[in-house]
Structure formats: structure tokens, C-alpha cells
């Protein structure tokens, strides 16, 4: 197949056939999903999320009963709960951790290295992107505003002519927007070690999310899928993508109390940041686990749009190779007829 000479570099960094990442979605990627995605090839990360350190742990040594296949843990460096994880993920045997959220601390790369983990971490701008190489990481993440959740400022078409063609030291993941296997080709093409999903896989039979929080994915288009606004640069939120309901009206209305509390000293700007997480923390946990789509966070990538069906992770993971490799194909027939 011409696309897994594409993707030499990503599954040989993960230690995977297929170097694509089901994205470490929060209350979404439990070791179910993430075993499935192992079994077709494919890398899935534990999502750390806010989690107590008991249950993320547990949830590790739950994904390695269940496979031996490779898996990554994400930890989300803004959630309350993150120091916890990270002194337990030093001792966790981990073959892959990913940071997200916001930038980890040199020494917190330094330590994880030492344990014999790869790090990976996000670069949502140009210049955080050669700050995380200094740091150590040994792969980067470029996540394009499209995708969901937390998102950076940057879409992922800047990106990849600002760090994407000018980055050859470490392998470079792309991510935000893609759910289809001819978009993952062009992307390897240009140059990617390898591609992240996480709406796509959403909808996979494996994804234990609700089923009212998969019909949202279903009926909704890509502008349904919008990014809340910062109102005040005293409360520098991290941006959130997802699906317009109740729900983005609380938050909104959140953040203002924060500002006002902030104003009157009732609140300094680190507490009044972790309650803006752990708000995302619970608002997922209600769309997700108990269906509530009204009032609970349906975080979701522009994506959403590409995506009407529900399948199981063995077709989904088929339709992209065969899609990415017959695009592929295409192009080398289009280049072969060129004078």
C-alpha cells in the first residue's frame, strides 16, 4: 500500500501499525475505546481529564489487561487534579504521555523522560512549538482551532506552514478538522509522522458515550460547533469547542461571576481558572454519561460536520487507510502524467 511508506515514522515513534491517535477525550476515551483503537492498528490515549489519581491508575492497569497493545496517557496540565496524576504517572510504567491543556514545565518533561516514556505535547502557536523542542518533548501535536474541546487560537492550515514544513528534529502529528482518510493522506503527504482524530471516533460502536450525546453528533453541521469567547484577559480561559446548547449560556455567565469575583478580591486567578475546569469537567460528565445534551458540554470539532453514522472502529479504521491509500494513488498517477 502506498500510504504505510507515509507512515513509516509515526507507527515506528508509537510502536503501532498505523500512527493514528484516537484523541484523549474526557469521560470519552476509557480503556474500552482505547483498547479497540489498539486491536485495528491504531494509538489510543487514556484521557487523565480532571480523574483522581486512583482511577486514572486504575484505568491504566485496566487498558493493559485488557490488550497488550501500545497506549499513551494524556494529563491535562491546567486540571486541578494534575500534580496528582503527574507524580503517579512517574511510576507508572507509561510507554507514551502526552501533555495538553496548557505548557508543561521543563522539569515535568525532564522527569517523565527519565522514567523511559516518549513526550509528546501540543503546540497550538509557532513559537510554543520550538519552545517544547527545547523543553525535550519528543514529539509535537499540532491541533488546529477546528478541533474540539480545549482548542488553540491557530487553524491547523497556519500551522502547518509555520512548524508542519519547517520542524524536521522531532516526528509532528496533526489534528482539528480531519475525518477522512483522503484528508489524513494529503497530510502525511505534506509531511505529518501521523494524524489524531477524535470526533471521528466518537462515533464508533466501541465509545461508550451516551447515545443522545452521539444523535447531537449526528444532526449537527460544522458551524453548530462553536468556540466559547474569553471576556476578560484578568480570567485568560482556554477556549472550548463544542455543540451550541444551555449549556455555553452557563458558562458564559460563569466566567462573568469569576471576573466579578476577581474584581473584589474574593477569588485570585488560579482558583477561578480551576473552576472553569472543573465546570468543563462535570458539564462533559453530564452529556457523556447521562445524556444530559441540554445542559452538559457536548464538546465537539467542526468535524461533526463529516460525520452521520455510527460505526464500529474496525470499519472506521479500514475506510481510512483504503481512502488515504487510493487518494495517494491518485496523486502518484496525476504526478507520473505530468511533462
Not at 82 to 97: D, P, R
Not at 138 to 164: K, M, W, Y
Not at 227 to 256: C, H, M, W, Y
Amino acid at each position: 500500500m502506498y500510504i504505510e511508506k507515509f507512515m513509516e515514522r509515526g507507527a515506528e515513534f508509537l510502536g503501532c501499525k498505523y500512527p493514528i491517535m484516537c484523541g484523549a477525550m474526557t469521560w470519552v476515551s476509557d480503556a474500552r475505546l482505547v483498547t479497540a483503537i489498539g486491536r485495528v492498528g491504531g494509538f489510543g490515549l487514556l484521557a487523565g481529564g480532571n480523574a483522581p489519581v486512583e482511577a486514572l491508575e486504575a484505568e491504566i492497569q485496566k487498558t493493559r489487561e485488557m490488550s497488550d497493545n501500545p497506549f499513551g496517557v494524556n494529563l491535562i496540565t491546567v486540571a486541578p487534579n494534575y500534580k496528582a496524576q503527574l507524580a503517579m504517572i512517574l511510576n507508572a510504567g507509561c510507554e507514551v504521555v502526552v501533555f495538553a491543556g496548557s505548557i508543561p514545565k521543563a522539569k515535568e518533561i525532564e522527569q517523565v523522560k527519565k522514567t523511559g516514556a516518549k513526550v509528546v505535547c501540543f503546540a497550538p502557536t509557532e513559537a510554543l512549538a520550538y519552545k517544547m523542542v527545547t523543553y525535550g518533548a519528543d514529539a509535537l501535536v499540532l491541533e488546529g482551532s477546528e478541533a474540539g474541546g480545549h482548542i488553540g487560537p491557530v487553524s491547523l492550515t497556519v500551522l502547518l506552514q509555520q512548524i508542519l514544513f519547517k520542524i524536521d528534529k522531532v516526528p509532528i502529528f496533526v489534528a482539528g478538522g480531519i475525518a477522512t482518510g483522503k484528508m489524513m493522506a494529503h497530510m502525511l503527504a505534506m509531511g505529518a509522522a501521523g494524524v489524531q482524530l477524535g470526533t471521528r471516533f466518537v462515533m464508533s460502536k466501541e465509545c461508550t458515550a451516551h447515545y443522545k450525546f452521539k444523535e447531537q453528533f449526528i444532526k449537527a453541521k460544522a458551524r453548530d460547533a462553536i468556540a466559547t469567547p474569553a471576556f476578560d484577559s484578568r480570567l485568560p480561559v482556554i477556549p472550548v469547542r463544542a455543540l451550541k446548547n444551555e449549556g455555553t449560556n452557563v458558562f458564559a455567565k460563569l466566567q462573568l461571576d469569576l471576573i466579578q469575583k476577581l474584581e473584589s478580591s474574593q477569588i485570585d486567578r488560579d482558583d477561578a481558572q480551576y473552576e472553569v475546569e472543573r465546570f468543563w469537567m462535570g458539564a462533559l460528565r453530564n452529556a457523556v454519561v447521562d445524556g444530559d445534551v441540554t445542559n452538559g458540554s457536548l464538546m465537539a470539532g467542526q468535524a461533526v460536520g463529516l460525520v452521520d453514522e455510527i460505526m464500529p472502529i474496525e470499519e472506521i479504521m479500514f475506510e481510512l487507510i483504503n481512502e488515504g491509500d487510493q487518494a495517494l494513488a491518485e496523486v502518484k498517477k496525476q504526478l507520473c502524467n505530468c511533462d
